[in-house]
């Protein structure tokens, strides 16, 4: 079972909708959880954390963490299209001096005007 | 503010010719840093992480290597290329309360293996 799991898409919503991205993880003792945004040809940009199981909101995103079901999901609303991008999902759990960020392969999400 | 310098954008090399890629961030002291690669449908795979000066770890065997002569700077280094080695190349630093969370990342530089 790999580690981080996310459909590879593409996702394709229309603009307006809401866009839901959905990612899965193997490992029970993660603890922290991450969404990036990749425009194609530039590198990952940070668009939210959480930590705890729930929902938590920053502007049209929202973050949701199931770690019963071992789900964390991005909700992003009023979707747009310069919201088009490669969205990766990313995990840590701590380990020793240094802990472990493992990223999903990403879910390419096109967004139509 | 913290910046992160990534040099050079796109590089294009014969098999078998060394590699230098550089990274230096500003406006921090100490950071963790890391050479992340991202090849053609695959997703971002740890290469190297460094906690200080010196200290470097190896997430996976193969024919780079990565140094950090000085605090703010990371270097990503090969004797000589293979055709495997072409991809995207992503330096990356992190603060928060443990190591290795979240993570800013340079421009990074696309590297094409001919």
């Known amino acids: 079972q790999k580690e981080v799991e996310q459909n590879s898409g593409p996702l394709s919503v229309p603009e307006g909708a809401i866009a839901s991205l959905n990612c899965t993880y193997s490992?029970?003792?993660?603890?922290?959880f991450f969404w990036y945004r990749q425009y194609s040809g530039k590198s990952p940009e940070l668009i939210m954390s959480?930590?705890?199981?729930g929902d938590k909101e920053d502007g049209r995103f929202t973050a949701q963490l199931n770690k019963a079901s071992q789900y964390v999901s991005l909700l992003i609303r009023d979707s747009q299209p310069s919201d088009s991008a490669t969205y990766l999902c990313?995990?840590?759990?701590?380990?020793?001096?240094?802990?472990?960020?493992?990223f999903g392969k990403g879910t390419k999400l096109s967004v139509k005007p | 503010s913290q910046t992160i310098h990534q040099w050079p954008a796109t590089l294009v090399q014969p098999v078998g010719s060394p590699l230098s890629l550089e990274c230096t961030v500003e406006?921090?002291?100490?950071?963790?840093l890391y050479w992340y690669r991202q090849a053609a449908g695959r997703g971002l795979q740890l290469l190297f992480y460094?906690?200080?000066?010196?200290?470097i770890s190896s997430e996976v065997p193969q024919n780079l290597s990565a140094s950090r002569p000085q605090d703010r700077q990371f270097i990503l280094s090969s004797k000589k290329l293979l055709l495997s080695d072409s991809g995207f190349y992503l330096c990356?630093?992190?603060?928060?309360?443990?190591?290795?969370?979240?993570?800013?990342f340079g421009s990074g530089t696309q590297l094409s293996v001919l």
């Open positions: 990356a630093w992190s603060v928060g309360a443990a190591a290795g969370e979240k993570l800013f």
């Open positions: 490992d029970r003792v993660s603890q922290s």
């Open positions: 959480i930590y705890s199981n």
């Open positions: 990313a995990v840590f759990r701590y380990g020793g001096s240094q802990g472990n960020l493992i």
């Open positions: 406006g921090t002291s100490n950071p963790n």
């Open positions: 460094s906690v200080g000066i010196g200290q």
